[in-house]
């Protein structure tokens, strides 16, 4: 099993390119589904979440190659509808596949999920719109099975709960679905977004895009042709390198972003003393001579996102002052805490808020990594600490972030993977 070795202290300094997003890039694997042709991929990001899922593909039939950045899918010969648990277990996202499976063949088998223990995040909602479409489901030995003999139909769905897996699903669903489909409180994440651009560059009529209400029509079972698109930025990762060179006081450059994306995020990074300048692509963050503290509720987009939050108490504990940090969406998402009370800071919790009190001196420590972006909070707690520090389990942080720590040490970092 590896970890990261990393030496504290180091300024950053330059320019770093922010990969595809793994957010979008899962449900839109999840549409080769729907398609008759093959489909040509770019600007993948090269993370296990997104191998795990071309590996799922290809257990159910699909012809897939991927070199790191590009990929070729086709899903045409596919005939197997049962996903398995050995699997699915891996990642969460996996029950994206449940939507397209359905609505193409009218039958499926879904191992329930596994992933980051951040959460209950039931698939209850998934489930509860898919049977709105007709959908017949029951949960027998850890599966999902589901069956639409006839196809799916179009019906009003309206989410109890914003849910971004849930209305991507129910997208994928609808578009091959018989007549037309509404989903009301949908998600507006940019991932939400793309999939619904390139969905309607396949012939799906959609209307609402980028709002909370959506309409499809749907293609009455007949396969999409999928024309060739562009994976989009990724602003979790854009949002991790911004809190690298805010906690370190440095200026980089992030190059390959779409600055629209992560408006919730900069407008943080200003509460804490920060600007930054935009540039078509690129966005250069100015550094602070003091960190202010912030104010933080986490929300559904456009609201700040919860997988920036662990980034954020890392930035906090070095801050002029006491930041209260209120994580709404997952329950379990603190759990961080812990690890970065190790390394010093000063960190109380009460209920679902965190009150960070900072200024502190943070000192390198051996911790362990308990989900994805509490790993990048480690990191980033661990470039400011004095003397080293070991981050083990890191296995979470390679499923989101592409060369991490290449792409910090080309900042100016001193980061090394080693094997336990």
Not at 313 to 326: C, H, K, V
Request: include cysteine.
């Amino acid at each position: 099993m590896d970890f990261l070795w990393i030496k504290g202290g180091r300024r950053l300094n330059g320019n770093v390119y922010i990969s595809g997003s793994k957010n979008a890039a899962l449900p839109l694997l999840s549409a080769t589904l729907l398609a008759k042709n093959q489909i040509e991929i770019s600007n993948l990001p090269n993370v296990v979440d997104v191998k795990t899922f071309i590996s799922l593909l290809k257990m159910l039939g699909a012809e897939a190659s991927f070199d790191g950045k590009y990929a070729k899918i086709e899903t045409l010969r596919v005939q197997e509808t049962r996903a398995i648990y050995d699997i699915v277990r891996k990642m969460r996202a996996s029950i994206l596949v449940l939507g397209p499976l359905l609505a193409r063949f009218g039958h499926c088998e879904v191992s329930l999920p596994g992933g980051c223990a951040i959460g209950a995040r039931p698939v209850d909602l998934h489930l509860k719109a898919l049977e709105k479409m007709g959908a017949e489901i029951s949960i027998q030995s850890g599966y999902i099975n589901a069956r639409a003999p006839l196809g799916l139909k179009g019906a009003v769905i309206d989410f109890a709960k914003i849910t971004v897996t849930g209305t991507e699903n129910i997208i994928m669903a609808a578009a091959l679905a018989h007549g037309k489909s509404t989903i009301l409180n949908a998600a507006r994440e940019p991932e939400v977004v793309q999939l619904c651009e390139v969905l309607s560059c396949a012939g799906v009529q959609i209307q609402g895009i980028g709002t909370n209400e959506l309409e499809i029509q749907g293609s009455d079972g007949e396969l999409l042709e999928i024309p060739p698109f562009k994976i989009i930025s990724d602003r979790i990762e854009a949002g991790t390198y911004l809190c690298a060179a805010a906690i370190m006081q440095s200026c980089i450059t992030l190059n390959d972003i779409n600055s629209l994306h992560i408006q919730a995020i900069l407008q943080k990074l200003q509460q804490a003393g920060f600007d930054y300048k935009v540039n078509g692509d690129s966005l250069e963050l100015i550094p602070s001579k003091v960190i202010q503290p912030i104010e933080i509720t986490t929300a559904e987009y456009p609201g700040f996102p919860t997988d920036v939050q662990a980034q954020f108490m890392a930035l906090a504990t070095q801050a002029e002052g006491t930041s209260i940090i209120e994580e709404r969406l997952f329950e379990n998402r603190f759990m961080h805490v812990g690890e970065l009370q190790r390394m010093g800071a000063y960190i109380e919790l009460d209920g679902n808020k965190a009150i960070i009190k900072g200024a502190c001196q943070l000192l390198g420590a051996d911790v362990m990594a308990t989900d994805l972006r509490a790993s990048s909070a480690l990191v980033l707690a661990a470039l400011r600490a004095k003397g080293e520090t070991r981050i083990h389990r890191i296995y979470h942080l390679d499923r989101g972030y592409e060369r991490l720590e290449e792409k910090l040490n080309r900042l100016g970092a001193e980061i090394q993977r080693s094997k336990e």
